[in-house]
């Protein structure tokens, strides 16, 4: 099958490339890049001046199946991946049962054949059922698809239980991912822990919960050299962590959500559980440093940590509310505003979707507009004004924080493997 | 003052004169009734929910009693007796209640937030009987009236509160209040009992109560929560009671006119010590007393029955 997407700007900031053309698509992948010239293969995609990006890359998402899919399936999950730009997402294993073996993997493998619309990797547990006391079964998982392990939603608090699947995984050089937070210190706490918390009366949590796992997770990086990658950072203490990291040398990476590059606990003075999640929104002083980050690559990527969570699950005592935000369909768009406030480039912006995160996954084959690699693409109208509605979402659920916000930049047409996926207009193409 | 219809959330929804207006009509109301007897006859048809969801003696029995002498009815609705354990969500609990056509309602939760939040949802006025280590305005405002008894005015006046401020709603609506008035405010406690980044809150921050208390015109103890022991933040109530006990000894380093206040119930012999409570400068009782006149000065403003 063969196509043309033409009268693009053709944008891959990891290329310096932003420039008129068209691009040809055959069996699934680019066979040609044509600079300020059109084609005509095949059926034709007149993209009238909108931007064509290599196709969004997200590295931290929650699809909820197995065992919770009155909150999100591969299905929904996918479908809000596709109309937020996303082609390749990667599911965290804390589903019920827990992806800790090659039979849950395998099972999630066929969802995704069956349901997915956009690609999905599997990512496995590191322990057992999540529980933090022995190693899952990784080797069948990474056999039938996982591309990285993580406990992710908790902590791996036993650091020897953390070293020795590091020392494991070298042989298959696929990453760990962390979820950077001391049980102990975060304690009942259920926000950042700081004057807002002070005045508002929730317990805090504090930046230190934080900070001393990735403290911890990078001297254990020094010591095993196995690939290590800490999600959705939040303080800033842990932003200087891993600068030193990295000039070390050594194979840390680090992701930030949309949310930590756009909230603070101030938002928290409503009470409203759309602003729980784990790690919390911290302070603005945070927020300016992980933007700091990202912007000069000590933070290598955006992942939205997709967290999908029903009504009932949100509507209820702070306390008691479940933590997490849905992030893939308001990603792009929120994040602009970084673009507009002139707090990030939005080259800067497009690579941390796209070139970077693969590059931490060693997705060798996407995230750039080039000969061979696959045809996957988000095409977006930088000038096009909308205002979040939950109520439009692909996903099964509404738990965002950014309902109401108006955006000014949209992705009007999705592609998987040369086909249009999602348009704005059709909706999910299949 | 236009107090109708309003909800009292945080000591922060009332202006400085709102305050003082609230102060002085409980003066007024105590020097005609002594506290005693019912205050506008009944009011047939007006009512209060008072929903508490946390176990409270005192507060609730407050508001009962302002109620009983503004001539409101009360519906009570405690947790044990509520639908939270059969799966209905507080907010729907409160809808429900609201339902029932009450004219105001008291909420008191466990959780920081509550209160106002329910508010959202209602069409009445609701008043924070406590939330969480929230807020907990009508203490504050009683404590302000009992203060007030006692100085002639609030600027240049010491007020000390000791003991666990992180987990106390009475602190900070205290905190807020009194500034608002033009007290100063000291906190004096543990460091694992003091509030992150406290100073910002325009308070001073002391961890030696003996080098602070004489400089004190109001001494504040707080209740302390007997299972903060367990869970690292003192060594034990002995530790905490040697180090920030109200006790005998200390009774002669307060001023002579200064008062001693606690928002109850009191452990004896953690926080103060029997013999405190019996000094004259203690005021505990009156403030219960003031308590019932402050609660219902404030739900006959905001229901329109006082004028």
Same mark, same amino acid.
């Given at each position: 099958?063969?196509?043309?997407?033409?009268?693009?700007?053709?944008?891959?900031?990891?290329?310096?490339l932003?420039?008129?053309?068209?691009?040809?698509?055959?069996?699934?992948?680019?066979?040609?890049?044509?600079?300020?010239?059109?084609?005509?293969?095949?059926?034709?995609?007149?993209?009238?001046?909108?931007?064509l990006?290599?196709?969004?890359?997200?590295?931290?998402?929650?699809?909820?199946?197995?065992?919770?899919?009155h909150?999100?399936?591969?299905?929904?999950?996918?479908?809000?991946?596709?109309?937020?730009?996303?082609?390749?997402?990667?599911?965290?294993?804390?589903?019920?049962?827990?992806?800790?073996?090659?039979?849950?993997?395998?099972?999630?493998?066929?969802?995704?054949?069956?349901?997915?619309?956009?690609?999905?990797?599997?990512?496995g547990?590191?322990?057992?059922n999540?529980?933090?006391?022995?190693m899952?079964?990784?080797?069948?998982?990474?056999?039938?698809?996982?591309?990285?392990?993580?406990?992710?939603?908790?902590?791996?608090?036993?650091?020897?239980?953390?070293?020795?699947?590091?020392?494991?995984?070298?042989?298959?050089?696929?990453?760990?991912?962390?979820?950077?937070e001391?049980?102990?210190?975060?304690?009942?706490?259920?926000?950042n822990?700081?004057?807002?918390?002070?005045?508002?009366?929730?317990?805090?949590?504090?930046?230190?919960?934080?900070?001393?796992?990735?403290?911890?997770?990078?001297?254990?990086?020094?010591?095993?050299?196995?690939?290590?990658?800490?999600?959705?950072?939040?303080?800033?203490?842990?932003?200087?962590?891993?600068?030193h990291?990295?000039?070390?040398?050594?194979?840390?990476?680090?992701?930030?959500?949309?949310?930590?590059?756009?909230?603070?606990?101030?938002?928290?003075?409503?009470?409203?559980?759309?602003?729980?999640?784990?790690?919390?929104?911290?302070?603005?002083?945070?927020?300016?440093?992980?933007?700091?980050?990202?912007?000069?690559?000590?933070?290598?990527?955006?992942?939205?940590?997709?967290?999908?969570?029903?009504?009932?699950?949100?509507?209820?005592?702070?306390?008691?509310?479940?933590?997490?935000?849905?992030?893939?369909?308001?990603?792009?768009?929120?994040?602009?505003?970084?673009?507009?406030?002139?707090?990030?480039?939005?080259?800067?912006?497009?690579?941390?979707?796209?070139?970077s995160?693969?590059?931490?996954?060693?997705?060798?084959?996407?995230?750039?507009?080039?000969?061979g690699?696959?045809?996957?693409?988000?095409?977006?109208?930088l000038?096009?004004?909308?205002?979040?509605?939950?109520?439009?979402?692909?996903?099964?659920?509404?738990?965002?924080?950014?309902a109401?916000?108006?955006?000014?930049?949209?992705?009007?047409?999705?592609?998987?493997?040369?086909?249009?996926?999602?348009?704005?207009?059709?909706?999910?193409?299949? | 003052?236009?107090?109708?219809?309003?909800?009292?959330?945080?000591i922060?929804?009332?202006?400085?004169?709102?305050?003082?207006?609230?102060?002085?009509?409980?003066?007024?109301?105590?020097?005609?009734?002594?506290?005693?007897?019912?205050?506008?006859?009944?009011?047939?048809?007006?009512?209060?929910?008072?929903?508490?969801?946390?176990?409270?003696?005192?507060?609730?029995?407050?508001?009962?009693?302002?109620?009983?002498?503004l001539?409101?009815?009360?519906?009570?609705?405690?947790?044990?007796?509520?639908s939270?354990?059969?799966?209905?969500t507080?907010?729907?609990?409160?809808?429900?209640?609201?339902?029932?056509?009450?004219?105001?309602?008291?909420?008191?939760?466990?959780?920081?937030? +509550?209160?106002?939040?329910? *508010?959202?949802?209602?069409?009445?006025? %609701?008043?924070?009987? &406590? !939330?969480?280590? =929230?807020?907990?305005?009508?203490?504050?405002?009683?404590?302000?009236?009992? +203060?007030?008894?006692?100085? *002639?005015?609030?600027?240049?006046?010491? %007020?000390l509160?000791? &003991? !666990?401020?992180? =987990?106390s709603?009475?602190?900070?609506?205290?905190?807020?209040?009194?500034?608002?008035?033009?007290?100063?405010?000291?906190?004096?406690?543990?460091?694992?009992?003091?509030?992150?980044?406290?100073?910002?809150?325009?308070?001073?921050?002391?961890?030696?109560?003996?080098?602070?208390?004489?400089?004190?015109?109001?001494?504040?103890?707080?209740?302390m929560?007997?299972?903060?022991?367990?869970?690292?933040?003192?060594?034990?109530?002995?530790?905490?009671?040697?180090?920030?006990?109200?006790?005998?000894?200390?009774?002669?380093?307060i001023?002579?006119?200064?008062?001693?206040?606690?928002p109850?119930?009191?452990?004896?012999?953690?926080?103060?010590?029997?013999?405190?409570?019996?000094?004259?400068?203690?005021?505990?009782?009156?403030?219960?007393?003031?308590?019932?006149?402050?609660?219902?000065?404030?739900?006959?403003?905001?229901?329109?029955?006082?004028?």
């Amino acid at each position: 099958v063969t196509a043309t997407f033409k009268n693009a700007i053709l944008f891959d900031p990891s290329q310096r490339l932003n420039e008129k053309g068209s691009i040809v698509v055959e069996g699934g992948k680019i066979v040609d890049i044509l600079k300020d010239k059109n084609a005509d293969s095949g059926k034709v995609y007149d993209l009238k001046g909108q931007y064509l990006m290599p196709g969004f890359v997200d590295l931290h998402v929650h699809f909820r199946e197995p065992g919770q899919e009155h909150k999100e399936t591969i299905g929904t999950g996918t479908r809000a991946a596709a109309a937020g730009g996303f082609t390749t997402v990667c599911c965290m294993p804390n589903t019920q049962p827990v992806n800790d073996s090659s039979f849950v993997t395998q099972y999630i493998m066929e969802k995704i054949h069956q349901q997915g619309v956009v690609r999905v990797h599997p990512i496995g547990a590191i322990s057992k059922n999540l529980e933090g006391q022995s190693m899952a079964a990784i080797h069948g998982m990474i056999e039938s698809g996982c591309v990285a392990l993580s406990d992710d939603g908790k902590c791996v608090m036993n650091a020897y239980l953390l070293r020795k699947t590091m020392e494991y995984l070298t042989s298959y050089g696929i990453p760990v991912i962390e979820h950077c937070e001391d049980d102990h210190l975060v304690g009942q706490g259920v926000m950042n822990e700081g004057l807002v918390s002070s005045q508002i009366g929730l317990r805090g949590i504090p930046h230190a919960a934080e900070d001393v796992i990735v403290s911890r997770d990078i001297s254990l990086c020094a010591h095993t050299n196995a690939k290590l990658h800490l999600a959705h950072l939040s303080s800033r203490g842990a932003v200087e962590y891993i600068a030193h990291a990295k000039a070390r040398g050594l194979p840390v990476t680090g992701e930030v959500t949309p949310h930590h590059l756009l909230l603070t606990d101030e938002s928290l003075r409503s009470y409203d559980t759309h602003y729980k999640m784990a790690p919390p929104l911290r302070t603005e002083a945070d927020r300016r440093v992980l933007v700091d980050a990202l912007r000069s690559g000590v933070i290598d990527c955006i992942a939205t940590d997709h967290a999908p969570h029903s009504e009932e699950d949100k509507d209820v005592e702070f306390e008691r509310a479940a933590n997490g935000v849905v992030g893939l369909e308001t990603a792009f768009a929120v994040c602009y505003k970084l673009v507009e406030k002139k707090e990030l480039s939005l080259e800067r912006l497009v690579e941390s979707l796209t070139y970077s995160p693969s590059r931490v996954f060693g997705f060798s084959d996407r995230g750039q507009l080039k000969k061979g690699l696959l045809a996957d693409f988000a095409i977006v109208d930088l000038n096009k004004s909308w205002k979040i509605d939950p109520q439009n979402f692909f996903s099964k659920s509404r738990n965002t924080p950014f309902a109401g916000w108006d955006v000014n930049v949209q992705v009007t047409s999705t592609v998987v493997a040369g086909e249009e996926i999602f348009n704005i207009e059709k909706g999910i193409c299949l | 003052m236009d107090l109708l219809g309003r909800s009292l959330l945080d000591i922060p929804d009332l202006r400085r004169e709102e305050i003082l207006f609230l102060l002085s009509e409980t003066g007024k109301l105590k020097a005609k009734t002594k506290g005693t007897e019912s205050i506008l006859g009944g009011h047939v048809g007006r009512s209060v929910a008072l929903l508490f969801f946390e176990p409270s003696t005192r507060t609730r029995t407050s508001f009962q009693m302002a109620a009983y002498r503004l001539g409101l009815r009360t519906l009570k609705l405690d947790g044990s007796t509520s639908s939270a354990q059969k799966g209905e969500t507080i907010f729907d609990t409160a809808r429900n209640i609201e339902a029932l056509r009450p004219d105001a309602m008291v909420i008191r939760h466990a959780g920081s937030g +509550i209160p106002l939040q329910i *508010s959202k949802l209602l069409k009445i006025p %609701v008043i924070n009987g &406590g !939330d969480g280590f =929230h807020a907990h305005p009508t203490q504050a405002l009683l404590d302000a009236f009992t +203060i007030q008894e006692g100085f *002639s005015e609030f600027k240049g006046l010491h %007020v000390l509160i000791v &003991g !666990d401020i992180s =987990h106390s709603r009475v602190a900070r609506s205290n905190i807020h209040c009194l500034q608002m008035l033009g007290a100063k405010v000291t906190i004096c406690g543990p460091p694992t009992l003091i509030p992150p980044l406290a100073r910002e809150l325009g308070v001073e921050v002391k961890y030696n109560l003996d080098e602070v208390l004489p400089t004190a015109d109001v001494v504040m103890a707080l209740r302390m929560q007997t299972e903060r022991q367990n869970s690292f933040q003192i060594p034990s109530l002995k530790e905490y009671t040697t180090r920030y006990g109200i006790t005998s000894e200390r009774l002669s380093k307060i001023k002579s006119k200064a008062l001693i206040l606690h928002p109850g119930p009191v452990n004896r012999g953690i926080e103060m010590m029997s013999s405190v409570l019996r000094d004259p400068r203690c005021r505990v009782l009156e403030q219960v007393q003031n308590g019932v006149l402050v609660r219902a000065v404030l739900m006959g403003h905001i229901l329109g029955v006082l004028k």
